[in-house]
């Protein structure tokens, strides 16, 4: 019962939030009203600099190939890190005398 109670208030405080921030974050810093004219395109200059996908210059096939690595190496630590806390955290029920 607890649970249940528990799950339905962090999942209306969840939508509560997302609703908020449907309506309150901006799409873009051109259109930020809280950041003055300067900020503003500072921070839309940064977003241009920074982007990856849309570039025009030739990417070379092992630059993809790192990149692919890259992430696989961080999905990796991702789940292995996530496995450990299970288990981790199964231990110690058990070791409770619990079941999971």
Known sequence: MIQKLTS???GAV???VAIFGFFLLPNTPLTTPWLNQEERELAHARMERDRVGDSTE???????????????VFLNKVYVRQAL???VYLTGIRERGCSA
């Open 58 to 72: 030739p990417v070379s096939s092992m630059e993809g190939l790192r990149q692919a690595c890259r992430y696989v």
């Open 8 to 10: 339905c208030s962090e």
């Open 85 to 87: 806390t299970l288990y």
């Open 14 to 16: 969840t939508a509560l």
